[in-house]
């Protein structure tokens, strides 16, 4: 919105044209959305306290998590709030992409309020009925899916690109809106089944965050694109911004969230936040490495289907509880031991990720 208000008063005064450059906006993308957490936080959370909005706990969960109880949850609409208010005020929204990931993250954060709403306000413990919150999140991704296949422009928007080889590119055609479709939707459920702990999904988010907005700055850039090697979209670069945005928001909400925690971010956040990093990953053509950057999400996925199937096909369990990080509080591992190096994993592998750009 503003890079509107700057381009007009550059006619005026030139300094203001400094306020087009994207690197600029994301560094402000990032003070902003920061900012709008670290204020409005103490205020959300003294709300959320009155109204007794808070965690309930599994009986069958570890013992170290009854303290727990009551802690103030929804505390995602605080990174959603900061998300859009800096992504709106700092992005170019001309741009389909930023509004297709904004409508989605917000779509999915829709979806884990009412989740949220039904456990801690109706003190019902189901929450929103699996087959209900499964529907809604495929109507969101497969619609998000059709868009971005029917509006895409060049073929670079709907191939595969496959990390670490420079010549394997893959077109999908209608395979393309399966593949969004499954990556959106598996994002958002992975991410929400890490937020166990406190500080365990936020903080690799922001890696993964900021990780994706530099192959959306060099995906949206010509010449560093033609330099990587790596396939060109104009519209991408403008994810930055997002990205950014996401980052200052995770950052602001764990000021809150690390432990011990004083909010939980509930399904509303996490839902959100995975969808918006798959999102994202999709639109920067960079699904498989997202899967090597978000390796700790994927991890804790696989350890819930492996758990279920284990336990149908010849009952016994393979961890001590799923998702991973529980085993590991069962364990006797102190938590703040596994929220920590959960993250030192992250960077590793953002790291590997990052390195996909160049090693090619």
């Known amino acids: 919105m503003l890079i509107y208000l700057s381009e007009y008063l550059s006619q005026f005064y030139s300094g203001f044209s400094v306020f087009q450059y994207l690197t600029l906006r994301a560094i402000l993308g990032v003070i902003t959305a920061l900012g709008i957490a670290l204020i409005v936080g103490p205020t959300m959370i003294r709300h959320l306290s009155f109204k007794q909005i808070g965690q ?50 917000m779509a999915f954060g829709v979806i884990g309020f009412v989740d949220d709403y039904i456990k801690l ?157 798959g999102t994202v990953a999709v639109l920067v053509r960079q699904e498989l490495v997202l899967m090597i950057m978000g390796g700790v999400f994927v991890i804790e996925t696989l350890s819930v289907i492996l758990q279920v199937a284990s336990y149908k096909l010849r009952g016994k369990r393979v961890f001590l509880m799923a998702p991973i990080h529980h085993h590991y509080e069962l364990k006797g591992w102190p938590e703040p031991r596994i929220i920590v190096r959960f993250w030192i994993i992250t960077v590793f592998l953002v790291l590997v990720g990052l390195a996909s750009l160049k090693i090619r």
């Open 56 to 105: 309930v706990i599994r009986d069958d969960g570890p013992e170290s998590h009854l303290s727990k109880a009551g802690t103030p949850t929804m505390g995602g609409a605080l990174i959603l709030v900061a998300i859009a208010v800096s992504t709106l005020l700092w992005a170019d929204l001309s741009n389909r992409y930023v509004w297709v990931v904004l409508v989605v993250t």
């Open 121 to 277: 306000v109706r003190q019902d413990p189901t929450g929103l009925l699996s087959r209900y919150k499964y529907f809604w999140q495929s109507v969101v991704g497969a619609g998000a899916a059709v868009f971005l296949y029917q509006t895409a422009v060049i073929p670079a928007e709907t191939q595969l690109i496959v990390p670490f080889f420079k010549d394997v590119i893959v077109p999908l055609g209608g395979w393309y809106m399966l593949l969004t479709y499954l990556v959106i939707v598996g994002s958002s459920n992975a991410v929400n089944l890490t937020d166990g702990l406190d500080g365990l999904a936020v903080m690799p988010t922001v890696m993964v965050a900021s990780a994706l907005g530099l192959f959306s700055y060099v995906t949206g850039h010509y010449e560093f694109a033609n330099y990587l090697a790596i396939p060109y979209i104009p519209d991408a670069g403008e994810l930055t911004v997002f990205c950014a945005a996401m980052v200052g928001a995770g950052l602001g909400f764990l000021w809150f969230n690390t432990y011990p925690a004083q909010v939980f971010m509930g399904d509303i956040g996490a839902l959100a936040l995975g969808a918006a990093l």
